[in-house]
Each structure stands twice: as C-alpha cells, then as structure tokens.
C-alpha cells in the first residue's frame, strides 16, 4: 500500500525525524567469516575489528554471516503474509494470551521512549519453544514457556523455527568474537551460551502519517534490553542511529547483511567500554516496512559482573553484579508495566 502524504506542513512536521545521510564507513562493515577459520591470526583480526566498532557507536554491519539468502527471504515473506493476516485472526495469538511473551502485539502496543507516543509497528514474538513440564518452565523462569503460531499459514512456523536455530548459532559465534575483541579466551563465553534465552522478533511498520502526534514513529529512540542484537531489514530504510556528533544518521539496507548492536546488558558487563546506543525507526519511505530483529541474550543463570579486561586497576564497576534474568525482568517491567502486559 502506498501512502503519499498530501499535507504541505508535512515537511516541517517531521523536521525533528530526520536523520543525516549516511556517510562512508560512518558505520563499519565487518565480514565475520575469519572467526570460523582454523587460523587464530584470522579469528583475532575479526576480534580486533570488532572491539574497535564495540568501543565506538556498538553498532555495525556483519557480512559473511553463513545465513542463507534463501532462509532470509522466506521469513520476510512469511512475516508479510502474517502481518496482512485479519485483525480477528492475529488477536487469536494476541501476546496477552501467553504467559511468557510470546504471540502477537497490535500496533502501538509497546513505548520505547517514555517521552513519545507508542510506537507506530506490530510485532510478532518467537523464542525457544519450551512445553509445560520443561525444568525451566516448572522453575518459573522469565520468559520461559511455548510460543504460539497462526493456524493459518502451513509454512509460518517451520520457517521461523530453522531461523531461530540458525540464529542462535550465529550469536554463539559472535560472542566468541566478542570474547577476543575482549582479550579473553574464545571460549570464555561457553556458560553464558548455554539454555540461552533469544528472541525473534517480526515487525511491522506502516508508513509515517502525514499529520502525526507529537513526537510519534515507528519506533521511539532506546537502547536494547541485551547482549546483541542481529536486524534484517527489507529495502525501505528508516533505522536512525544517534551519533554524538553528527546527530541522527540513517543506517541505511546492506544486501544480504545483519546490522548488528550491542544491548544494555553488554554496555552493563563492560563498564561502558562497550556502548549501547540509542536508535530509533522513522518509516518515511511511504510503504510498509518490514524488519526482522533477533535479540540474542544468553544464559538466565548467568552472574553479571565487571569483565575483569575493561577495568582500570583501582577502578570501581560503575553497576552491580546481576543476572541475565533479573536484568531482563527489569527492562521488560520498565518497557511494558505501563499498558498492562507484564505485572
């Protein structure tokens, strides 16, 4: 659908939304292959790479991934048919209906910026699929449980589900880069990638109105809940990334690539060596916007404490040891406590 705004102030109303052009190399472009070479000089020149784009904005391109286009294509293609879904038939999976975050979320149903109106998207929730009498179910654990599927698209769920699996080994595979970005060992990581919590996400944003409410997008500025965050996007751009000095600036679609940042929970566990920057998403484009973002958060058992690397000597950790669940619980109560969907 085509929505061509027709309002003359149209432009004046959106001046505070826009963003800079991209500039070159404003944001790096980084081909992770080398960290699944035999060779350890190729695994720590991706780890060096890496530590310079964690240090800097935490944000980045990832190519040479080893997710097939084929794959990414077809979730696309699912997540469209869900979204074009009747509203009687996506409320019938309503996130409301899940007692571990899973399912549908209408449009404006989430506020990432208390200070903006809610968020002008839909979305769609998958994680691991946990049944009742799972261990971890039974223990009561945060965002633990079964996810929920439309009954009506014989593909939806066996699609996600390869590329939730697949995705959750790219994350592994990242962290063991983040582990030598780091100094440490490649395998420092292995507990936190462990029963690890990771969610897939499918969004879905209609074109910026012409006369909007103050402040309203697609997406109002945040920082993510986690560890790492791994977004495929379809063509129509609209993914802003605050700069300190330039501003907002467009991180625009890269074929075949992940725009890949860093959450909270890592800004959290390096002392802010590593930054969590704020982001946000302004559907000018005049279509429908697509993205798919997997949020990929580790191991719920795991202690959080200072990376022992990203300390000074005689330097206190500006936060407090936590785990990944408790963090989580915290972020989800501050995002969602406000409509009603977590208690």
């Given at each position: 659908?085509?929505?061509?705004?027709?309002?003359?102030?149209?432009?004046?109303?959106?001046?505070?939304?826009?963003?800079?052009?991209?500039?070159?190399?404003?944001?790096?472009?980084?081909?992770?292959?080398?960290?699944?070479?035999?060779?350890?000089?190729?695994?720590?020149?991706?780890?060096?790479?890496?530590?310079?784009?964690?240090?800097?904005?935490?944000?980045?391109?990832?190519?040479?991934?080893?997710?097939?286009?084929?794959?990414?294509?077809?979730?696309?293609?699912?997540?469209?048919?869900?979204?074009?879904?009747?509203?009687?038939?996506?409320?019938?999976?309503?996130?409301?209906?899940?007692?571990?975050?899973?399912?549908?979320?209408?449009?404006?149903?989430?506020?990432?910026?208390?200070?903006?109106?809610?968020?002008?998207?839909?979305?769609?929730?998958?994680?691991?699929?946990?049944?009742?009498?799972?261990?971890?179910?039974?223990?009561?654990?945060?965002?633990?449980?079964?996810?929920?599927?439309?009954?009506?698209?014989?593909?939806?769920?066996?699609?996600?589900?390869?590329?939730?699996?697949?995705?959750?080994?790219?994350?592994?595979?990242?962290?063991?880069?983040?582990?030598?970005?780091?100094?440490?060992?490649?395998?420092?990581?292995?507990?936190?990638?462990?029963?690890?919590?990771?969610?897939?996400?499918?969004?879905?944003?209609?074109?910026?109105?012409?006369?909007?409410?103050?402040?309203?997008?697609?997406?109002?500025?945040?920082?993510?809940?986690?560890?790492?965050?791994?977004?495929?996007?379809?063509?129509?751009?609209?993914?802003?990334?605050?700069?300190?000095?330039?501003?907002?600036?467009?991180a625009e679609p890269l074929p075949e690539s992940y725009v890949v940042n860093?959450?909270?929970?890592?800004?959290?566990?390096?002392?802010?060596?590593?930054?969590?920057?704020?982001?946000?998403?302004?559907?000018?484009?005049?279509?429908?916007?697509?993205?798919?973002?997997?949020?990929?958060?580790?191991?719920?058992?795991?202690?959080?404490?200072?990376?022992?690397?990203?300390?000074?000597?005689?330097?206190?950790?500006?936060?407090?040891?936590?785990?990944?669940?408790?963090?989580?619980?915290?972020?989800?109560?501050?995002?969602?406590?406000?409509?009603?969907?977590?208690?």
């Open positions: 659908m085509q929505h061509v705004p027709s309002n003359e102030n149209f432009a004046l109303v959106h001046q505070k939304l826009r963003a800079r052009p991209l500039k070159a190399q404003a944001l790096p472009v980084i081909d992770i292959s080398g960290l699944r070479s035999p060779e350890l000089a190729d695994r720590e020149t991706v780890g060096e790479e890496l530590r310079a784009a964690c240090a800097d904005k935490g944000f980045l391109y990832v190519i040479g991934h080893g997710i097939p286009q084929d794959l990414r294509e077809a979730v696309i293609r699912e997540s469209v048919s869900f979204f074009e879904l009747p509203a009687g038939e996506k409320s019938k999976i309503h996130l409301k209906l899940s007692a571990c975050n899973r399912g549908y979320e209408p449009l404006q149903a989430q506020s990432l910026d208390a200070n903006a109106p809610p968020d002008l998207k839909e979305g769609f929730y998958i994680g691991r699929h946990r049944m009742a009498d799972d261990p971890m179910v039974v223990a009561g654990k945060f965002g633990h449980g079964p996810n929920q599927w439309p009954d009506t698209l014989p593909n939806f769920q066996q699609v996600m589900e390869v590329y939730y699996s697949k995705m959750v080994d790219l994350g592994r595979l990242m962290m063991r880069g983040i582990a030598l970005s780091l100094g440490l060992a490649e395998n420092h990581f292995a507990p936190f990638c462990q029963n690890e919590v990771a969610t897939l996400r499918l969004l879905h944003y209609p074109p910026q109105p012409a006369n909007p409410d103050p402040g309203e997008m697609g997406c109002g500025a945040h920082t993510d809940f986690g560890t790492l965050t791994f977004l495929m996007q379809d063509t129509c751009g609209g993914l802003q990334v605050k700069d300190e000095r330039d501003g907002w600036i467009h860093l959450g909270d929970l890592m800004a959290r566990w390096t002392n802010d060596t590593y930054r969590s920057t704020l982001h946000r998403v302004v559907n000018m484009s005049g279509r429908e916007r697509y993205s798919v973002p997997f949020f990929y958060m580790g191991n719920p058992d795991y202690p959080v404490r200072c990376i022992s690397t990203c300390l000074e000597d005689g330097v206190t950790p500006t936060y407090p040891e936590t785990t990944v669940d408790k963090h989580f619980q915290e972020m989800y109560r501050a995002t969602y406590s406000g409509i009603g969907l977590i208690t």
